[in-house]
T-cell receptor, first 114, second 113 residues
Framework: AQSVTQPDIHITVSEGASLELRCNYS??????LFWYVQSPGQGLQLLLK??????LVQGIKGFEAEFKRSQSSFNLRKPSVHWSDAAEYFC????????????FGTGTLLAVQP | NAGVTQTPKFQVLKTGQSMTLQCAQD?????MSWYRQDPGMGLRLIHY???????DQGEVPNGYNVSRSTTEDFPLRLLSAAPSQTSVYFC????????????FGPGTRLTVL
């Protein structure tokens, strides 16, 4: 069965520092991968997605992610974190390639120190 | 476009009560889904629909019922609420089932006492 693992439950970074959030997936074929962000009390906003092609994907708000098939990973990065980036981040994979049936990781809660 | 809308935003029920969570989208999307979000568990798929009149079960369908009579609406029914159904519920919609973004609504926070 497909699955998504986000090993870090909670991460704290200083404002201006770089950020990397880890995501590992389990899927036999080429996965469709997503990163969503959820601010407190809000819905989910898509940051970026990977379907095929260039393995380095650019998203909104200065985020990027790199698909590494050999490591079954899709880590999210940002070179310089802003206080407004404090939120919960979810990695997801399309179940059987169906984007209407997403399998989510358990999320990583990001705190930003001034 | 309003996107995906959900009502109510908050709801408190007593065990055994029934209610319907409403979801509507104005983007003419064929695909709609319901997820529940619980602490430490991420989001899990409850039911989904691939078009009017067509629904199917997701990962955690027990205790929930859905129907899809129009393209725009996809209500989620709790027939007899249980405390285990205390959660935040999100509706999502998308144009296709592949290579397309799913757009999420703002969520409904449900508490069952």
């Amino acid at each position: 069965a497909q699955s998504v693992t986000q090993p870090d439950i909670h991460i704290t970074v200083s404002e201006g520092a770089s950020l990397e959030l880890r995501c590992n997936y389990s899927y036999g074929a080429t996965p469709y991968l997503f990163w969503y962000v959820q601010s407190p009390g809000q819905g989910l906003q898509l940051l970026l997605k990977y379907f095929s092609g260039d393995t380095l994907v650019q998203g909104i708000k200065g985020f990027e992610a790199e698909f590494k098939r050999s490591q079954s990973s899709f880590n999210l990065r940002k070179p310089s974190v802003h206080w407004s980036d404090a939120a919960e981040y979810f990695c997801a994979v399309a179940n059987g390639g169906a984007t209407n049936k997403l399998i989510f990781g358990t999320g990583t809660l990001l705190a930003v120190q001034p | 476009n309003a996107g995906v809308t959900q009502t109510p935003k908050f709801q408190v029920l007593k065990t055994g009560q029934s209610m319907t969570l409403q979801c509507a989208q104005d983007m003419n999307h064929e695909y709609m889904s319901w997820y529940r979000q619980d602490p430490g568990m991420g989001l899990r798929l409850i039911h989904y629909s691939v078009g009017a009149g067509i629904t199917d079960q997701g990962e955690v369908p027990n205790g929930y019922n859905v129907s899809r009579s129009t393209t725009e609406d996809f209500p989620l029914r709790l027939l007899s609420a249980a405390p285990s159904q205390t959660s935040v519920y999100f509706c999502a919609s998308g144009r296709t089932r592949s290579t397309d973004t799913q757009y999420f609504g703002p969520g409904t926070r449900l508490t069952v006492l």
